[in-house]
């Protein structure tokens, strides 16, 4: 972060940030939200239009059914509860690649309201992010500054994004820290990846932010004037815009000026923000009721039918998978971080024999080798079917935790799955009890302290008998048996 006004941390220290996100969410409905048009990122521009969209004159709004669907699917995973009967309004601000003059948008009665998302406080303690309301809206289209042959002198407009169903997430101003702030965007983007409602995309822009921050005097009972740090495009850039932000404006009360509401754009290249113009308050949105649609109700039967379709959320999955497969909460979070790894994993997990070796392996062995050679899980040589495979063999004891590093060492060199090379390297192991047994005798005959010890009722002992002569075998005793006869000849010893 570039320190801007140098501010010492003693000064820093004496201030309280407090930060509000509101985040805009595009949804995976297949049409628009009032019109028929193709609900689709891309395409020739204004290829997916119609009256409705483009705001011809006498074009009627009919509202879509799946956004109403996703919006309550989506308002029920983090915790709002649904209002029954909720109004559109159109909010009334003039933009070249918004033909209507005004947004369908929701005002004093959205759909949804009084929702919590948790995060992790500084401490790793747990914490609850209020979350003010979920509304439905429409997008705008796009103003295109270059890539056209007048765009030195001319803005293009492309109104295909005209009309995507938004909903719009909006947090208390509960947050405090920067970090705090990228953890809620990171555990509310989770969710709704988990309900399947977008795909989050933050580059096709799918996935919005815009943060309200300001700084008061700790220990003050009213907030400072907030700025509003406008479309962020990565949680990383969120969280310097807000570390930027907050020093920029420690440093003008420090210099005994005043903070001014307004909107600021963050420039990623120079690493800060810019005026970009006041803020609007909403009296200058001359909100209404709209007039073309009638008043939006989910009934509870309706509402039953469409949180049917609600999948175990993120949070309960990782405290199931903590309990069911010994993982730690880390590894959970690992595991569970996005849906379909996760699916695939129990799947695959739960047709092994011990789906906790599954997950141990795969955290251990597989992950580790993965970092080695900076790849991602999708590009790793061995598949979940791979580390199933090898999950069981070392469960039955067919191959030693050495013979198992050594094939996924060979897998990783050569590019390969592990029952390739499983098959072709097969390890040669010692199965046959008389063989075994004469190298116990070995070591047992080489080490009377550690025998006496075992005859004096120290069990344990037994593990250093396994290990010598697992190494004496140079790792290729069946461990299953191995651990057997190695009790087996210290007690009749
Ligand atoms: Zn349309």
Avoid at 154 to 178: A, F, H, K, M, Q
Avoid at 468 to 476: A, H, I, P
Wanted: negative net charge.
């Amino acid at each position: 972060m570039p320190a801007i006004a140098g501010l010492a941390p003693e000064i820093l220290d004496k201030y309280q940030p407090v930060i509000g996100l509101e985040v805009h969410v595009q949804l995976l409905t297949r049409s628009k939200a009032f019109c028929g048009c193709k609900n689709e990122y891309g395409g020739e521009p204004n290829t997916h239009v119609c009256p409705v969209c483009l705001g011809l004159p006498g074009a009627l709004p009919v509202l879509n059914r799946q956004a109403v669907e996703f919006a309550v699917l989506a308002a029920k995973a983090i915790g709002c509860e649904i209002r029954e009967t909720s109004v559109f309004s159109r909010k009334n601000y003039f933009y070249p690649d918004s033909p209507k003059g005004y947004q369908i948008s929701q005002f004093d009665k959205p759909i949804a309201e009084h929702g919590c998302i948790v995060v992790k406080d500084a401490d790793g303690n747990d914490k609850k992010i209020g979350v003010t309301r979920l509304h439905m809206e429409e997008d705008a289209g796009k103003s295109l500054h270059d890539g056209f042959a007048d765009s030195a002198t001319r803005t293009y407009i492309d109104l295909n994004r005209c009309g995507t169903p938004l909903v719009e997430i909006v947090s208390e101003p509960d947050l405090r820290t920067p970090d705090e702030a990228f953890e809620y965007l990171t555990r509310l983007k989770e969710i709704l990846l988990y309900t399947g409602v977008s795909d989050c995309n933050m580059e096709e822009g799918s996935l919005r932010c815009d943060a309200n921050v300001s700084v008061m005097l700790k220990g003050a009972d009213k907030f400072g004037t907030k700025a509003e740090v406008k479309n962020v495009n990565s949680f990383r850039y969120i969280r310097a815009a807000l570390e930027y932000e907050i020093e920029r404006q420690i440093g003008v009360i420090e210099d005994g000026g005043r903070v001014v509401q307004e909107s600021r754009l963050w420039n990623n290249a120079e690493g800060r923000t810019f005026s970009m113009r006041s803020k609007e308050q909403a009296h200058d949105y001359r909100y209404f009721p709209e007039p073309d649609l009638p008043a939006l109700v989910v009934g509870a039967e309706w509402q039953k039918q469409i949180l049917s379709a609600m999948p175990e959320l993120p949070e309960a999955r990782r405290a199931r998978m903590i309990a069911e497969y010994g993982l730690s909460a880390q590894d959970a979070a690992t595991l569970t971080a996005e849906r379909p790894f996760a699916d695939r994993f129990e799947t695959a997990a739960n047709a092994a024999k011990s789906p906790k070796r599954v997950a141990a392996i795969l955290l251990s062995e597989i992950t580790m080798r993965l970092r080695a050679a900076e790849i991602e899980f999708e590009e790793s040589p061995v598949t979940l079917d791979g580390v199933v495979l090898a999950a069981d063999l070392a469960e039955a004891g067919e191959i030693s935790s050495k013979q198992l590093k050594q094939l996924l060492d060979t897998c990783f060199a050569e590019g390969r799955d592990f029952a390739f090379v499983y098959e072709r390297d097969k390890p040669q192991q010692i199965s046959d009890s008389s063989a075994i047994e004469k190298m116990i005798d070995e070591v047992i005959a080489a080490n009377p302290a550690q025998v006496a010890q075992f005859k004096g009722g120290k069990r344990t002992v037994a593990a250093f008998f396994v290990g010598q002569v697992m190494k004496l075998s140079k790792g290729q005793a069946n461990p299953a048996l191995l651990n057997e006869l190695v009790v087996k000849k210290l007690d009749a010893n």
